[in-house]
């Protein structure tokens, strides 16, 4: 496995083990970053079956993120947190190489 450099906060691991568990899916949750929204790139989550080859994997609580290898040079030293306030709830990216972001969360540019 190599190095960790993505994190999974204990409250994003019990959301995805949660949502895993009502889908009857394996607690792994799938990191990655596309081209787009308003400020160049987007943050992109969806549960995953299983990891791939290229993946890096960090594991919080038995649960499992992974991130492929083109995504994780944009997403290094993040820490994927979940956060419920009186605006909604949602999985967050706390990303340290991140210039700008935007009011959404869900998108950043390097």
């Known amino acids: ?3 960790q450099t993505v994190t999974l906060s204990p409250s994003a691991a019990a959301r995805v083990a949660a949502i ?13 970053v596309e081209g787009g929204g308003c400020s160049g790139f987007q943050y992109k989550f969806g549960l995953a079956d299983s ?6 994997i960090a594991e919080t609580d038995g649960v499992r993120l992974v991130v492929d290898s083109v995504s994780l040079d944009l997403v290094d030293g993040c820490v994927v947190d ?4 009186l605006g909604g709830a949602a999985f967050r990216v706390e990303n340290p ?13 390097v």
């Open 1 to 3: 496995m190599d190095q």
């Open 20 to 32: 895993a568990e009502k889908q009857g899916k394996p607690a792994i949750l799938r990191l990655s």
């Open 51 to 56: 990891a791939e080859n290229d993946d890096t």
């Open 82 to 85: 979940y956060v419920e306030s």
């Open 97 to 109: 190489q991140a210039a700008a972001g935007c009011g959404c969360g869900s998108s950043f540019s």
